[in-house]
């Protein structure tokens, strides 16, 4: 699997956790937020893009990111795209955390964004994929405190 950075261009997974190890290790004083968020489009008839962010925020002085995008076929329902969106993040968060403790970081906490909130169609589905985040061991946050996914991946998402 390939990230996109827009400081370093395409990268793979080796080397973009290389690249996050190298980015905290180059301040180890500095406290640092590790996010996670995946946003959708429809773009066609037929599929619809799922961007996933990794956010690493070093508290005070700036972020740098990485994104990958995945195409699948168009999913009409709103219920099951906030889902997938929920499940990608979930494995992304997984496989995060398991190299930064690989890598003696496992003090970073990983937050995952979801794209739903109290207002508009999604806000019946905050109980269920919190709880789904939660349960599997991450931190969660919605909206308007999930730039991850509604600002960072929704950028790449068009």
Known sequence: MNFVSPSKGVLN?????????DFIESDPEANY?????TDSHS?????????TAIIIHQIGKGARYYYNKNHQRKI???????FFEAALSLE???KVARKLSENGHSELNVEIHLDIG??????????EVVGMVVGSGFDAK???ESCGATK????HTK
Do not use: H, W, Y
């Open 76 to 82: 009409n329902s709103l219920r099951q795209r906030i």
């Open 43 to 51: 773009r066609d008839e037929e599929e619809t893009c799922f961007v």
């Open 92 to 94: 992304c968060a997984g």
């Open 13 to 21: 997974e080796d080397q973009m956790f290389k690249d996050m190890v």
């Open 118 to 127: 109290t207002n508009g169609k999604t806000k019946e589905l905050i109980k």
């Open 33 to 37: 937020n590790v996010i996670i968020g």
């Open 142 to 144: 919605i909206k308007p």
């Open 152 to 155: 960072v991946a929704d950028k």
